[in-house]
């Protein structure tokens, strides 16, 4: 009983005297700086692209459709019907000779092969360079 | 009142009002920044923690359910940030010894702290907390400033609510030990004796 009513009367000078104590307040420009990167960081947010951009999409659904297109018009066909398509005249654009007639010489070939090379090497070093640097 | 005011600005914000934040920081900032400031003793990092709770309450404010009040909810980032920034440079611990304290000893320090002037009071006062270990210095602080209540705390702590209790009647000795040392003996004495 006796310890209990000595705790009321720590509890009752804690109360007492810590309420007395002023609030702190931060810098005047507080609100206006926080604020200002809260936007940073939102716009941040907004920049972060998809690896494929909605251009990107368009161009290969119209490639796609444009295949599509002419391997479907060949022949007549009926709307019960599955469509049959027809890829050739795929051949008929001969990709294969562009390359066939290609001749690349051993310096070009070197320069490549060491362009390469010296770009895997870059990116492993500069991805170290900047983890460390935003650590 | 104010919590549904909270709410007001809380939906705001959500909808894609930024600006509508500013209120709730308003409205925060100095309690969110007094909890760093206790905990930290540091202007600038509690400034900056302050600063990251409020970045870290907007990034999550879609989770925020409202179970609990927004300021508990807001409180419990700023102490899991000001936790983090103190683990951070461990430069903060100080452990002082529980002395005895009986009834004499508490009517000397009121009546001491009676005479001086509240406002070198409070001061004074403020220094004497600010000598508490880390943890029970936030606890105390939220419990008698803020007025927190038991579960409050514990929410925002994630201790269970004997620790608490352990805490805060450790931290209330310890503190009454401090003022003890803060003041000189011998006006203890002399207004103890009156």
Not at chain 2, 15 to 39: H, P, Q, R
Request: include cysteine; charge should be positive; charged fraction near 25%.
């Amino acid at each position: 009983m006796e310890n209990h009513n000595l705790q009321k009367e720590i509890d009752a000078f804690a109360s007492k005297y810590i309420k007395e104590i002023e609030i702190e307040s931060p810098s005047l420009n507080f609100t206006a700086t926080l604020m200002k990167k809260i936007e940073a960081n939102q716009k941040k947010v907004l920049n972060q692209e998809p690896l494929i951009s909605k251009k990107g999409w368009f161009g290969i659904f119209s490639v796609i459709f444009i295949v599509l297109l002419f391997s479907s018009k060949t022949k007549e066909n009926s709307v019960f019907e599955m469509p049959k398509l027809n890829f050739s005249f795929i051949p008929s654009l001969k990709i294969n000779q562009i390359f066939e007639t290609l001749s690349i010489s051993n310096t070009t070939l070197i320069a490549f092969l060491l362009f390469g090379g010296m770009l895997l090497f870059q990116l492993f070093y500069l991805k170290n360079y900047f983890d460390k640097r935003f650590e | 009142m104010k919590t549904t005011n909270d709410q007001f600005y809380i939906e705001k914000v959500l909808k894609g009002d930024a600006n509508a934040f500013a209120f709730l920081v308003d409205s925060y900032k100095k309690m969110i920044f007094t909890l760093a400031f206790k905990m930290t003793k540091n202007r600038e990092e509690a400034e900056e923690i302050c600063q990251d709770a409020f970045i870290k309450a907007y990034q999550n404010l879609n989770k925020f359910q409202g179970d609990s009040k927004f300021s508990t909810w807001l409180y419990s980032i700023a102490y899991n940030v000001s936790l983090d920034a103190i683990k951070k440079n461990k430069k903060h611990n100080n452990t002082l010894e529980i002395n005895e304290i009986n009834y004499h000893k508490i009517a000397s320090f009121d009546t001491a702290l009676q005479q001086i002037e509240q406002k070198e009071r409070a001061k004074i006062m403020d220094n004497c907390l600010l000598k508490l270990p880390e943890d029970e210095r936030s606890i105390i602080w939220m419990f008698y400033y803020d007025e927190l209540s038991l579960k409050e705390i514990c929410e925002i702590t994630l201790l269970s609510e004997s620790n608490v209790k352990v805490k805060l009647h450790r931290a209330r000795k310890r503190l009454l030990n401090i003022v003890e040392t803060t003041f000189e003996p011998e006006i203890i004495s002399h207004y103890g004796k009156s």
